[in-house]
Each structure stands twice: as C-alpha cells, then as structure tokens.
T-cell receptor
Framework: GAVVSQHPSRVICKSGTSVKIECRSL??????MFWYRQFPKQSLMLMAT?????????EQGVEKDKFLINHASLTLSTLTVTSAHPEDSSFYIC??????????FGPGTRLTVL | GQSLEQPSEVTAVEGAIVQINCTYQ??????LSWYQQHDGGAPTFLSY????GLEETGRFSSFLSRSDSYGYLLLQELQMKDSASYFC?????????????FGQGTTLQVKP
C-alpha cells in the first residue's frame, strides 16, 4: 500500500508556542490530504481537508486560525497548531487519499502541551 | 445528520470467528471502509465496500447492504495480534472530495 510519513512523531512543547507537523506522501501524489485528531480511547475526528494549491476546508467547530494548514505541493501538507494550550494535547494523524476511495494514514504525531 | 453505530467491545478466543457490525445514517453515502488500529498506532486500511455484497481479503471479510445501511467486518481464525480497535468509516461525497466519517470503534480482545 501507499506510504505516508509524519514528522515529528512526538512533540512536547510549552503552552503558548506553535508546533508544525508535516505529512508527506512518499510514493504517490496526493492532491487531497486529511487531518484528524484523536483523543485517548476515542474515535478519529476529521479536522480539515487539505487541497493542494488551495485553501483547506475545515470541519464545523475547528478554528482555522488556530490550526493552520498548508498544502504547498502534491506530496506535502503541514498542520501548525498556533499558541498551543494543554487542551490541544492529542494524537494528530494525517491521511492521503488513494484509490479506490481509500485513505492511507501517517503514523501520527503525539502532541503534549505543558 | 450522520451517525455510525458499532459495538464498543467484543471478546473472543483464539481461532474463533468474530463479526463486528456497523449501521450508519448519512447523506451522500459512497462506501464503507474498515480500519484497524493498535494502541498507540495509526489506523491501517483493512477493507472497502462500494457495492453490496462480500469482499474477502485473507482472514478478513467485509459485507455491505446499502438498502439496510448496514455492514460488518468478519474476522476468521482469530490470532492474539488481532486484538485492536476496529473502526467502520463511511465515505461521503462532499464537493469533489471524499471524506471519511468514523464510527466510535470496537475494541476486540482476543483471549488464549
């Protein structure tokens, strides 16, 4: 199957700082990538759809000014958590859309905000 | 609105067969997928049903009935390593982009 990488895999930061998470599709071009957040023992919640060369589409309730998404190329999307607070601590997972209508997930980034 | 329902927990023994059901209510339904997630890991794709019927992939099979808004994942010859969370996910068409909406997940515990 397709390979999607994320970096970093784990990050600990102080409250008020910004954190950038990269998502790369390694062996195929992804015009569409998705960003999810998962709290412990819960399901994956779609945060936004990232489209190459255009603005991201955010799900209801997700602050676009807090979670900045940039999809500058067909293999890279980035999520920046701005002014992170402890409640932003979570597992952030990206995925890239493949065929047939499947999504290939990255390994996830565990964010801890102190 | 949209919703997916699946059992929260299932327990079975090694070598057994287990079925995890998923019912859904959504507009713009396109297909049903199943994903496996081990503790601390990312979801991995298991199976996809775009049409009614059974899809078989090794020990795993998935079934879809569009008219009943229902699907299931069947795991055969259970192994200890199958202990994980299993999510059904509905593909929805939104503009030109398909989105996945996940169920709450079923925790499968396989016992010796």
């Amino acid at each position: 199957g397709a390979v999607v990488s994320q970096h970093p895999s784990r990050v600990i930061c102080k409250s008020g700082t910004s954190v950038k998470i990269e998502c790369r599709s390694l062996d195929f071009q992804a015009t569409t990538m998705f960003w999810y957040r998962q709290f412990p023992k819960q399901s994956l919640m779609l945060m936004a759809t990232s489209n190459e060369g255009s603005k991201a589409t955010y799900e209801q309730g997700v602050e676009k000014d807090k979670f900045l998404i940039n999809h500058a190329s067909l293999t890279l999307s980035t999520l920046t958590v701005t002014s992170a607070h402890p409640e932003d601590s979570s597992f952030y997972i990206c995925s890239a859309r493949g065929v047939p209508d499947t999504q290939y997930f990255g390994p996830g980034t565990r964010l801890t905000v102190l | 609105g949209q919703s997916l329902e699946q059992p929260s927990e299932v327990t079975a023994v090694e070598g057994a067969i287990v079925q995890i059901n998923c019912t859904y209510q959504t507009s713009g339904f396109y297909g049903l997928s199943w994903y496996q997630q081990h503790d601390g890991g990312a979801p991995t794709f298991l199976s996809y049903n775009g049409l009614d019927g059974l899809e078989e992939t090794g020990r795993f099979s998935s079934f879809l009935s569009r008219s009943d808004s229902y699907g299931y994942l069947l795991l055969q010859e259970l192994q200890m390593k199958d202990s994980a969370s299993y999510f059904c996910a509905v593909s929805r068409i939104s503009g030109n982009t398909g989105k996945l909406i996940f169920g709450q997940g079923t925790t499968l515990q396989v016992k010796p």
